[in-house]
């Protein structure tokens, strides 16, 4: 695809994506990270979300600028039949904890790779003998997932409110970079402003100033990661933010680090995988 599903949605079905291709803003609910190739993630049944592509993707539209893919299952119909089946009892608990969304550790990443390539170019019962040796793998081996949830209970959406959502966070994410006043974003909402604060903070359970930071530093790590910067003010301003000082501060208050020491912390990491691959 030129670009991922363009649109905050949910559906019954849980959801394994591995990601082969591209680059975006994952939103999962009220919980906000840059997503990038070599990630691998389970979203929860009737989990809101949306992998929005970075604004590059939409310029110069090539058909295999966005490559991922996804399993869906669901639950109900799928596992009912083996669930009370002794031996399923880890994958039942495994299942269980998906409700809010996780991502795969890193180190898990080339056996869960081939293993879901394994169960797309299968089918019939070949196809769901492997998915559930992946489940089992998925329920036995793997520890320490990153958690895709703020802690807080999944929220539900109408399906009228997941289209208001989806035009508030895709205009957040389009225009990031800019001063976005309460009042215009109020209006792309087509509330008023005060109305709109109660709206997004009863379907969020934070401010919108609070999630146009975040989204606001995703890409700031994102800059940081390529290294397309000259130094962190240059971060600072091409983000929206009015000065260094703010940003620092908004930084380390998302991230628990400083801007300076998560700088160090990613060149570390990338030559701890570079003496690791050689």
């Not at 869906?72 to 119909?77: I, K, L, V």
């Not at 320490?144 to 959502?165: A, H, V, Y």
Request: some cysteine; proline content about 4%.
């Amino acid at each position: 695809m030129p670009f991922f599903y363009n649109y905050f949605h949910r559906h019954k079905e849980t959801q394994v994506t591995l990601i082969l291709k591209g680059e975006g803003t994952l939103i999962v609910g009220n919980y906000t990270q840059p997503f990038k190739a070599g990630d691998i993630y389970v979203i929860g049944a009737n989990q809101p979300h949306i992998f929005k592509s970075d604004p590059a993707y939409f310029k110069e539209l090539q058909d295999d600028s966005a490559h991922a893919i996804h399993i869906f299952f669901d639950q109900s119909r799928i596992l009912n039949s083996f669930i009370d089946i002794p031996e399923m009892e880890p994958i039942q608990k495994f299942l269980d904890s998906t409700c809010s969304g996780l991502q795969l550790p890193p180190e898990h990443f080339d056996k869960v790779c081939r293993s879901i390539k394994k169960i797309s170019e299968a089918d019939k019962l070949k196809r769901l003998l492997y998915f559930l040796k992946l489940l089992q793998h998925l329920s036995n081996n793997v520890r320490d997932w990153k958690s895709l949830s703020t802690g807080l209970p999944n929220l539900s959406f109408t399906e009228s409110e997941g289209i208001r959502m989806n035009d508030v966070y895709q205009y957040t994410i389009s225009h990031y970079a800019e001063n976005i006043t309460l009042e215009k974003i109020a209006s792309v909402a087509h509330i008023t402003p005060h109305a709109f604060c109660k709206y997004f903070k009863k379907h969020t359970n934070k401010t919108y100033n609070t999630f146009l930071n975040e989204v606001r530093i995703n890409e700031a790590c994102k800059k940081i990661m390529s290294g397309n910067f000259d130094c962190i003010a240059s971060i600072a301003y091409s983000t929206g933010f009015n000065s260094a000082i703010n940003f620092n501060k908004v930084f380390k208050k998302i991230m628990g680090l400083s801007p300076s020491e998560y700088i160090k912390e990613y060149k570390y990491s990338l030559k701890k995988q570079a003496s690791s691959a050689a």
